[in-house]
T-cell receptor, first 116, second 114 residues
Framework: GAGVSQSPRYKVAKRGQDVALRCDPISGHVSLFWYQQALGQGPEFLTYFQNEAQLDKSGLPSDRFFAERPEGSVSTLKIQRTQQEDSAVYLC??????????????FGPGTRLTVT | AQSVTQPDIHITVSEGASLELRCNYSYGATPYLFWYVQSPGQGLQLLLKYFSGDTLVQGIKGFEAEFKRSQSSFNLRKPSVHWSDAAEYFCAVGAEEYGNKLVFGAGTILRVKS
Protein backbone atom coordinates (compact mmCIF):
# COMPACT_ATOMS: atom_id res chain seq x y z
CA GLY A 1 0.00 0.00 0.00
CA ALA A 2 0.97 3.64 -0.29
CA GLY A 3 3.20 5.04 2.38
CA VAL A 4 3.55 8.56 3.67
CA SER A 5 4.21 10.99 0.85
CA GLN A 6 5.60 14.50 1.02
CA SER A 7 5.83 17.29 -1.51
CA PRO A 8 7.81 18.95 -2.77
CA ARG A 9 10.82 16.71 -2.26
CA TYR A 10 13.16 19.67 -2.67
CA LYS A 11 12.50 23.35 -2.13
CA VAL A 12 14.84 26.28 -2.56
CA ALA A 13 13.65 29.54 -1.07
CA LYS A 14 15.20 32.94 -0.86
CA ARG A 15 15.54 34.34 2.62
CA GLY A 16 12.32 36.05 3.59
CA GLN A 17 10.04 33.97 1.38
CA ASP A 18 7.18 31.91 2.73
CA VAL A 19 7.08 28.15 2.04
CA ALA A 20 4.45 25.45 2.42
CA LEU A 21 5.33 21.78 2.80
CA ARG A 22 2.72 19.10 2.30
CA CYS A 23 2.31 15.71 3.93
CA ASP A 24 -0.08 12.95 2.87
CA PRO A 25 -0.22 10.37 5.65
CA ILE A 26 -1.14 6.75 5.26
CA SER A 27 -4.89 6.50 4.78
CA GLY A 28 -6.71 6.02 8.06
CA HIS A 29 -3.80 7.05 10.24
CA VAL A 30 -5.07 9.13 13.11
CA SER A 31 -1.82 10.66 14.25
CA LEU A 32 0.57 12.85 12.29
CA PHE A 33 3.94 14.23 13.32
CA TRP A 34 6.39 16.72 11.88
CA TYR A 35 10.12 16.54 12.57
CA GLN A 36 13.03 18.73 11.50
CA GLN A 37 16.35 17.11 10.62
CA ALA A 38 19.31 19.45 10.30
CA LEU A 39 22.39 18.30 8.42
CA GLY A 40 24.33 15.71 10.39
CA GLN A 41 21.76 15.48 13.16
CA GLY A 42 18.88 13.29 14.16
CA PRO A 43 15.27 14.35 13.62
CA GLU A 44 13.80 16.73 16.17
CA PHE A 45 10.12 16.86 17.01
CA LEU A 46 8.15 19.86 15.84
CA THR A 47 4.45 19.18 16.29
CA TYR A 48 1.79 16.47 16.57
CA PHE A 49 -1.81 16.12 15.39
CA GLN A 50 -4.48 13.70 16.44
CA ASN A 51 -6.99 13.89 13.60
CA GLU A 52 -7.44 17.64 13.03
CA ALA A 53 -6.45 18.67 16.55
CA GLN A 54 -2.94 19.95 17.09
CA LEU A 55 -2.17 18.50 20.50
CA ASP A 56 1.48 19.37 20.84
CA LYS A 57 3.38 22.17 19.15
CA SER A 58 6.12 22.47 21.71
CA GLY A 59 8.87 21.80 19.18
CA LEU A 60 8.05 24.59 16.74
CA PRO A 61 11.15 26.81 16.89
CA SER A 62 9.42 30.14 16.40
CA ASP A 63 6.12 31.76 15.59
CA ARG A 64 7.17 31.75 11.94
CA PHE A 65 6.34 28.05 11.90
CA PHE A 66 2.72 27.04 11.57
CA ALA A 67 1.13 23.64 10.90
CA GLU A 68 -2.40 22.62 10.11
CA ARG A 69 -4.42 19.51 9.35
CA PRO A 70 -7.90 20.89 8.76
CA GLU A 71 -9.69 17.68 7.74
CA GLY A 72 -7.66 15.23 9.72
CA SER A 73 -5.76 13.84 6.78
CA VAL A 74 -3.36 15.98 4.71
CA SER A 75 -1.16 18.33 6.70
CA THR A 76 0.74 21.45 5.72
CA LEU A 77 3.75 22.90 7.49
CA LYS A 78 4.17 26.56 6.68
CA ILE A 79 7.26 28.60 7.36
CA GLN A 80 6.98 32.34 7.05
CA ARG A 81 9.86 34.71 6.29
CA THR A 82 12.33 31.86 5.93
CA GLN A 83 15.78 32.22 7.44
CA GLN A 84 18.96 30.36 6.61
CA GLU A 85 18.76 28.42 9.86
CA ASP A 86 15.49 26.92 8.59
CA SER A 87 17.46 24.90 6.02
CA ALA A 88 16.86 21.27 6.90
CA VAL A 89 14.95 18.16 5.90
CA TYR A 90 11.38 18.23 7.16
CA LEU A 91 10.02 14.77 7.89
CA CYS A 92 6.41 13.81 8.29
CA UNK A 93 5.30 10.63 10.05
CA UNK A 94 1.94 9.04 10.69
CA UNK A 95 0.71 6.46 13.14
CA UNK A 96 -2.30 4.19 12.93
CA UNK A 97 -4.04 4.69 16.22
CA UNK A 98 -4.34 7.26 18.91
CA UNK A 99 -0.84 6.58 20.00
CA UNK A 100 0.84 5.71 23.09
CA UNK A 101 4.52 6.23 22.70
CA UNK A 102 5.01 2.65 21.69
CA UNK A 103 3.10 2.86 18.46
CA UNK A 104 5.24 2.80 15.35
CA UNK A 105 5.54 5.98 13.35
CA UNK A 106 5.84 5.59 9.57
CA PHE A 107 8.00 8.23 7.96
CA GLY A 108 7.81 9.94 4.60
CA PRO A 109 10.87 10.67 2.44
CA GLY A 110 11.08 14.27 3.65
CA THR A 111 11.28 17.68 2.04
CA ARG A 112 14.74 19.17 1.80
CA LEU A 113 14.46 22.93 2.28
CA THR A 114 17.39 25.13 1.34
CA VAL A 115 17.18 28.82 2.16
CA THR A 116 19.59 30.99 0.21
CA ALA B 1 15.16 16.09 30.06
CA GLN B 2 15.10 13.18 27.70
CA SER B 3 18.23 12.54 25.65
CA VAL B 4 19.66 9.84 23.43
CA THR B 5 23.37 9.37 22.83
CA GLN B 6 24.92 7.51 19.97
CA PRO B 7 28.64 7.74 20.76
CA ASP B 8 29.91 6.69 17.35
CA ILE B 9 29.43 9.14 14.51
CA HIS B 10 31.00 6.83 11.94
CA ILE B 11 31.71 3.12 11.96
CA THR B 12 33.43 1.14 9.22
CA VAL B 13 33.22 -2.65 9.12
CA SER B 14 34.21 -5.24 6.57
CA GLU B 15 31.52 -7.12 4.74
CA GLY B 16 30.74 -10.29 6.64
CA ALA B 17 32.00 -8.94 9.95
CA SER B 18 29.79 -8.45 12.98
CA LEU B 19 28.36 -5.08 13.93
CA GLU B 20 27.33 -3.36 17.13
CA LEU B 21 25.97 0.18 17.22
CA ARG B 22 25.68 1.77 20.62
CA CYS B 23 22.77 3.72 22.03
CA ASN B 24 22.40 5.14 25.53
CA TYR B 25 19.44 7.11 26.78
CA SER B 26 18.51 9.32 29.67
CA TYR B 27 14.85 9.24 30.52
CA GLY B 28 12.77 9.90 33.56
CA ALA B 29 10.28 7.21 32.66
CA THR B 30 10.04 3.69 31.33
CA PRO B 31 11.07 4.11 27.72
CA TYR B 32 9.97 2.62 24.48
CA LEU B 33 12.98 2.16 22.21
CA PHE B 34 13.41 2.07 18.47
CA TRP B 35 16.09 1.70 15.86
CA TYR B 36 15.54 3.30 12.45
CA VAL B 37 17.68 3.18 9.32
CA GLN B 38 17.94 5.97 6.77
CA SER B 39 19.47 5.57 3.33
CA PRO B 40 20.43 8.68 1.34
CA GLY B 41 17.36 10.49 0.09
CA GLN B 42 15.05 8.09 1.85
CA GLY B 43 12.81 8.33 4.86
CA LEU B 44 13.35 6.50 8.09
CA GLN B 45 12.59 2.79 8.10
CA LEU B 46 11.92 0.99 11.36
CA LEU B 47 14.32 -1.88 12.05
CA LEU B 48 12.98 -2.97 15.43
CA LYS B 49 11.30 -1.77 18.58
CA TYR B 50 11.13 -2.59 22.27
CA PHE B 51 8.05 -1.98 24.36
CA SER B 52 8.16 -4.56 27.14
CA GLY B 53 8.87 -8.20 27.77
CA ASP B 54 11.85 -10.01 26.32
CA THR B 55 14.77 -7.61 26.36
CA LEU B 56 16.29 -9.13 23.23
CA VAL B 57 14.28 -8.08 20.21
CA GLN B 58 14.57 -9.25 16.64
CA GLY B 59 14.05 -6.97 13.69
CA ILE B 60 14.14 -6.92 9.95
CA LYS B 61 17.22 -7.54 7.80
CA GLY B 62 18.80 -9.77 10.45
CA PHE B 63 19.20 -7.05 13.07
CA GLU B 64 18.64 -7.49 16.80
CA ALA B 65 18.91 -5.24 19.83
CA GLU B 66 19.13 -5.79 23.55
CA PHE B 67 17.57 -3.53 26.15
CA LYS B 68 19.69 -3.26 29.29
CA ARG B 69 17.87 -1.20 31.87
CA SER B 70 20.80 -1.16 34.31
CA GLN B 71 23.04 0.38 31.65
CA SER B 72 20.35 2.54 30.01
CA SER B 73 21.39 1.04 26.71
CA PHE B 74 19.77 -0.38 23.62
CA ASN B 75 22.58 -1.52 21.34
CA LEU B 76 21.92 -2.74 17.81
CA ARG B 77 23.72 -5.83 16.53
CA LYS B 78 24.06 -7.86 13.38
CA PRO B 79 26.22 -10.99 13.15
CA SER B 80 27.25 -10.54 9.51
CA VAL B 81 27.08 -7.22 7.70
CA HIS B 82 26.17 -6.96 4.02
CA TRP B 83 27.26 -4.13 1.72
CA SER B 84 23.62 -3.08 1.44
CA ASP B 85 23.58 -2.28 5.17
CA ALA B 86 25.60 0.87 4.56
CA ALA B 87 23.34 3.68 5.76
CA GLU B 88 22.74 5.92 8.75
CA TYR B 89 21.20 4.40 11.86
CA PHE B 90 19.18 6.27 14.44
CA CYS B 91 18.19 5.22 17.92
CA ALA B 92 14.99 6.80 19.22
CA VAL B 93 13.17 6.83 22.53
CA GLY B 94 9.62 7.60 23.53
CA ALA B 95 7.55 7.36 26.66
CA GLU B 96 3.91 7.76 27.52
CA GLU B 97 4.80 10.28 30.19
CA TYR B 98 6.29 12.56 27.59
CA GLY B 99 3.52 12.33 25.08
CA ASN B 100 3.92 10.91 21.65
CA LYS B 101 7.08 12.51 20.40
CA LEU B 102 10.21 10.52 19.63
CA VAL B 103 13.61 11.75 20.76
CA PHE B 104 16.36 10.71 18.37
CA GLY B 105 20.08 10.30 18.71
CA ALA B 106 22.42 12.06 16.30
CA GLY B 107 22.88 8.92 14.24
CA THR B 108 25.72 6.58 13.32
CA ILE B 109 26.89 6.35 9.72
CA LEU B 110 27.83 2.81 8.80
CA ARG B 111 30.31 2.19 6.03
CA VAL B 112 30.89 -1.32 4.73
CA LYS B 113 34.13 -2.17 3.00
CA SER B 114 34.46 -5.14 0.71
Amino acid sequence: GAGVSQSPRYKVAKRGQDVALRCDPISGHVSLFWYQQALGQGPEFLTYFQNEAQLDKSGLPSDRFFAERPEGSVSTLKIQRTQQEDSAVYLCASSLEVPRAGHEQYFGPGTRLTVT
Amino acid sequence: AQSVTQPDIHITVSEGASLELRCNYSYGATPYLFWYVQSPGQGLQLLLKYFSGDTLVQGIKGFEAEFKRSQSSFNLRKPSVHWSDAAEYFCAVGAEEYGNKLVFGAGTILRVKS
